[in-house]
Nanobody, 118 residues
Framework: QVQLVESGGGLVQAGGSLRLSCVAS????????MGWSRQAPGKQREWVAT???????DYTNSVKGRFTISRDNAKNTVYLGMNNLKPEDTAVYYC????????????WGQGTQVTVSS
């Protein structure tokens, strides 16, 4: 089992920045990718970004150039740096972890709220 705990959400004005953190614990040696997804009110959860064990990254188109996913293996932590935030980025952001890249997310955190005011 793997446990994921997110932090760093909050309220920010449009154009501002936030950095989310996700600390992983448990059977982390089994994890080959970590990522972030988000769910806005009344909408389905959508994938935002992924970082693999070897450091490869990928992003959904709407956040490319504004968000940066990174990982610190020594701290078992993955980050999501978010710049130039827009009101449409408002959502609960969830950290996730996968044993096999691009197959499914096996573990989820509890989520952290990000609210961007206009």
């Amino acid at each position: 089992q793997v446990q994921l705990v997110e932090s760093g959400g909050g309220l920010v004005q449009a154009g501002g920045s936030l950095r989310l953190s996700c600390v992983a614990s448990g059977s982390i040696d089994s994890i080959n990718a970590m990522g972030w997804s988000r769910q806005a009110p009344g909408k389905q959860r959508e994938w935002v970004a992924t970082v693999t064990r070897d450091g490869s990254t990928d992003y959904t188109n709407s956040v490319k150039g504004r968000f940066t996913i990174s990982r610190d293996n020594a701290k078992n932590t993955v980050y999501l740096g978010m710049n130039n935030l827009k009101p449409e980025d408002t959502a609960v952001y969830y950290c996730s972890a996968a044993r096999v890249v691009a197959i499914r997310w096996d573990y989820w955190g509890q989520g952290t709220q990000v609210t961007v005011s206009s």
